[in-house]
């Protein structure tokens, strides 16, 4: 991450608050970063407290610990926010006949009913003041399927549904709601499914981003957490005002085949 995270470039979202899950690491701490610099206070939502702290410190934001798995807790949290940047999500690679059930409901909670969640609970707000953006980051497993990530695969396809809702109910009253879906990129979450990809597939660690995280892209690099951030950022501002219920792939061209 680089130095100077606080510094301001811009002002389009002086006044706004966003709340950003998994804000502590990877695609969610760039996301933080891109809209404290365009002027938003920035709440910094992770489980991890320290990360969580380092971060929201950097930009001058503030931090949040919380563990949105946990559904009961957080239908019971209020929040208000002019910008949601849902988040937040992990990862488990195994085939269906291995997959434990209670792994597959953990992470469809953390990926689509806390989602859920935070929308329902900032949409008054947003409504009341006549202006809102809410940003999930899906990925192309949203719009594709591959083996082994069936609770992934299937929390992000959800997330869609559930964008595109927002999108219908919210337009009217000035609220956006898009997806962004992005192919592989640089992050925790990435890194730490490389030996479970090795082990289903039966190939070497040394292989998974060349012969199964790159394999159908055009561009054959892992995508980096700043260019997702780039493409949030541009959803909340000026210039975006008209786009909802829409999906953006960020997949070196995996998609067009």
């Known amino acids: 991450m680089a130095t100077g995270l606080g510094t301001a470039v811009g002002a389009e979202l002086e006044g706004r608050t966003a709340l950003v899950t998994g804000g502590g690491s990877g695609i969610g701490a760039a996301c933080a970063v891109a809209l404290a610099r365009a002027g938003a206070h920035v709440v910094v939502v992770d489980r991890d407290a320290d990360s969580a702290a380092r971060v929201a410190a950097e930009i001058g934001g503030e931090d949040v610990t919380l563990d949105l798995s946990d559904v009961d807790a957080l239908a019971e949290r209020s929040f208000d926010a002019d910008i949601l940047v849902n988040n937040a999500g992990i990862q488990t690679v195994a085939p269906i006949v291995e997959f434990d059930p209670a792994v597959f409901r953990r992470m469809l909670d953390l990926m689509v009913v806390a989602p859920f969640l935070l929308t329902r609970a900032v949409l008054p707000g947003m409504y009341e003041r006549g202006w809102g953006r809410i940003v999930n980051i899906s990925s192309l497993h949203g719009l594709r399927a591959s083996p082994y990530k069936v609770a992934y695969v299937t929390a992000k396809h959800a997330l869609e549904g559930l964008s595109k ?44 981003v060349e012969k199964v995280m790159l394999v159908e892209a055009a561009i054959k690099r892992l995508l980096e957490p700043e260019e997702v951030a780039d493409l949030a950022l541009w959803l909340c501002g000026p210039t975006a005002s008209s786009v909802t219920g829409s999906s953006y792939t960020m997949d070196g061209g995996w998609s067009a085949k």
Not at 176 to 199: H, M
């Open 165 to 208: 809702v927002t999108a219908l109910e919210g337009g009217p009253r000035g609220v956006t709601s898009n997806c962004i879906n992005p192919g592989y990129v640089r992050t925790p979450l990435v890194e730490k499914q490389i030996a479970d990809q090795a082990r289903v597939h039966g190939i070497p660690e040394s292989d998974v």
